[in-house]
């Protein structure tokens, strides 16, 4: 939208914006600066679109938002004014070294992004992680991770795999079997939109509701599990715009007994979702 403004007719005009983040500052660049901004419409684009929604559009554009979290989180400790002042100043900059040298000037921000981007891929080409759709529930897949996976890692998968579109919900299972002696293996349950699917009004991206909140947290709680060890505690949300719920982390006592309490999650998520 940003790129699209009649420049002509806002040039005394006052931007604001009331977060931090990389389209924010990308699309107030924009505004600033549309000659220079307009040179890296893609790489702007891809940026936003791994930080807003997850995607991994190109390598650059996961550098790109990487390095813009990086400076707000590492030089100027959270703080958002401050971080769009840096920002803004470093963008020229910042754009035309990831578009000619690869972002080299700016690894130390963007390179643990990019390993653990590649990790996860890597993880899903291997078979350590799938992503298997529910034959029951269309549009409803499982992702067992032997890790957290990044987003932009399960974008891809998802992509290459044609289930991007037709998926509206992530059951998303993290944990691997434990090293002890009891094969003991601890896992959380993250429960998400994938990607976009928070934006409700955008041209060209499929509208995904959320479920009632509260009917999915009681049904939730409600579980039992005789070989669970650690209580489950349920909380609306969770670490991304995406997220509808999670778990706390849950103890089970071996690999059936994981799957026995991922078909009951399952059910329950099921459910809740029924009107």
Known sequence: ???????????????????????????VFACLEPCQASRYAKLCQEGA????????????????????????????????????????????????DIEEHGGVKYQKYWESAIEHAQASYDAIQSGRATLTPVDSVPRLVVSREPFALSSPALHRALVEQGMWESTHRILRVIGAPGDDDTGRTTIQFWYEKPGHAWVQKLRDRHVVLSPDDKKMIDILGGLQEATVETEAVWKKGGRSLVSLCESGSIAVSSEVSKNALVDRVLDALIESEKE
């Open 1 to 27: 939208m940003a790129f699209k403004l009649p420049t002509d007719q806002y040039q005394n005009a006052v931007i604001a914006n009331n977060h931090f983040d990389t389209d924010g500052v990308l699309s």
């Open 49 to 96: 679109e791994a930080g807003d929604f997850g995607e991994w559009s190109s390598d650059a554009g996961i550098k790109l938002d990487a390095t813009l979290e990086g400076i707000c989180a590492q030089d100027c400790g959270g703080n958002d004014e401050q971080a769009f002042e840096q920002c803004l100043s470093e963008l020229p900059a910042l754009l035309q």
